[in-house]
């Protein structure tokens, strides 16, 4: 079974002028799969995102996340779904400033009642593999950036998700530490089996991906796998953004 059946999936956002951001998009991910969605800017990528997420609702077609379709769910259904079998990712990190690492990593756990030795349990292990142990009982603002995003991936995958979902994840990281987030999720990956499907403008990171499906004007416009050659990868990538016309920002083969 598919862990991510997209269908047909449209979106029109209503309004004085109607814009279609999104025009019949299918695709599936297997389980354990690591998937870039990349594209130029409006080409609909937050959008699919939000969709997903359960975020926003679409115009028409269906989401099914390990066999459910979570729009078909009553609100307070759709909220335990989302907080239950997805794991998210953001840009800014989105942490709770006057908890610490380790109270955020074990928030979702806290929600669920799990016994405090068990939260603490997992959430030692998560932050050492990915290198965030030293600082479990720092705050937010005492830590670099990449540490924050490590600690973000540890609170996202703390409740074993059936899916992870990140918007631009490497966003706001320099080079260094996007690597180490990068690393840290080909890790949860490879040693959690967590499929994650995540939207980037940075072919660095898209390059650790098993497969990009590339998205235009709302339309599905190619996808490509990485096979053994993640350096090779990482060119075809900048290649079709080229051919997209998309932005050439996060391009330098520098950081390989
Ligand atoms: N809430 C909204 N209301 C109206 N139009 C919207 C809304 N959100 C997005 N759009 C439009 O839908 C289209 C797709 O936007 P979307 O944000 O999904 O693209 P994107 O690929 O994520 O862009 P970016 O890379 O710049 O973040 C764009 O034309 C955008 O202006």
Redesign the pocket.
């Known amino acids: 079974m598919p862990i991510l059946q997209v269908r047909e999936i449209s979106k029109i956002?209503e309004?004085k002028i109607s814009?279609k951001?999104l025009d019949h998009v299918s695709f599936r991910m297997e389980e354990g799969e690591f998937v870039g969605i990349m594209?130029?800017?409006?080409?609909?990528?937050?959008?699919?995102l939000n969709v997903i997420a359960t975020i926003d609702e679409p115009t028409s077609g269906t989401v099914c996340i390990a066999g459910q379709n979570p729009h078909e769910l009553d609100q307070e259904r759709m909220a335990l779904f989302r907080r239950r079998r997805l794991g998210f990712i953001f840009q800014h990190f989105n942490l709770l400033d006057t908890l610490t690492v380790e109270e955020n990593i074990v928030l979702p756990l806290t929600l669920e009642g799990t016994p405090m030795q068990e939260m603490k349990r997992n959430a030692a292990d998560l932050a050492e593999r990915l290198g965030i142990a030293g600082v479990l009982d720092k705050f937010p603002h005492e830590i670099s950036g990449g540490q924050m995003q490590r600690t973000a991936i540890a609170r996202a995958m703390i409740h074993h998700p059936s899916l992870l979902l990140a918007d631009e994840p490497t966003g706001n990281l320099d080079s260094k530490s996007s690597r180490d987030v990068m690393e840290a999720f080909a890790m949860v990956n490879e040693a959690k089996r967590a499929a994650i499907l995540m939207?980037t403008?940075d072919a660095f990171a898209a390059s650790f991906c098993h497969r990009v499906i590339f998205?235009k004007d709302?339309s599905m416009y190619n996808e490509i796998y990485r096979g053994d050659n993640r350096q090779a990868f990482f060119q075809k990538i900048i290649d079709m953004m080229s051919l997209l016309g998309g932005d050439t920002d996060h391009l330098s083969s520098a950081r390989l």
Not at 40 to 48: A, D, N, R, V
């Open positions: 956002y309004g814009t951001a594209g130029p800017s409006g080409s609909g990528k937050t959008s699919l939207v403008h998205i709302g």
